[in-house]
């Protein structure tokens, strides 16, 4: 079975998470920084993919609390047409609204300094996209079990 890996896009930290390999769970995977040279990131996810065993991907879209999107979520879409290039995995853009105020809330008590705290804000708002995500799966294969 194969895990579904959620990203939580930024201009060159990304948030990682991944499922257990029933999708069941999402567990922070730490965070990745962009490189400059274009070959390093698609060597890193597409060897990412590959030990991981990585079906699908989840990323973090940033839509403005009316609804809209932005500049943001523009280059975002163009990170997930260049990662589903990279991979062949098909990218799921997941609405991320809140979720770094959740993120946050969750490291209240984090004791580290500002550069630890933003590497787990990144990775705790991918656990957040994730977990949403695998909930909404796991409610649609429950409506689906209803109506058959």
Do not use: C
Request: glycine share 6%; no cysteine.
């Amino acid at each position: 079975m194969g895990r579904i890996l959620a990203i939580d896009y930024g201009d060159r930290h990304l948030g990682l998470a991944l499922s257990d390999p029933l999708k069941i769970t999402a567990q922070p995977f730490g965070t990745y920084i962009l490189k400059a040279k274009e070959q390093e990131n698609s060597q890193f996810f597409s060897k990412l993919v590959k030990e991981k065993n990585i079906e699908e991907i989840v990323l973090g879209l940033p839509i403005r609390m009316d609804g809209s999107e932005g500049s943001r979520a523009e280059l975002t879409r163009k990170f997930a047409s260049w990662l589903e290039a990279v991979t062949g995995k098909p990218i799921v853009l997941w609405d991320e609204r809140l979720t770094t105020k959740e993120a946050l809330k969750r490291l209240d008590s984090f004791k580290g300094d500002f550069r630890q705290k933003k590497e787990r804000e990144d990775e705790q708002a991918a656990v957040i996209i994730l977990e949403t995500y695998l909930e909404k799966k796991r409610y649609e294969a429950g409506d689906a079990e209803k109506n058959s």
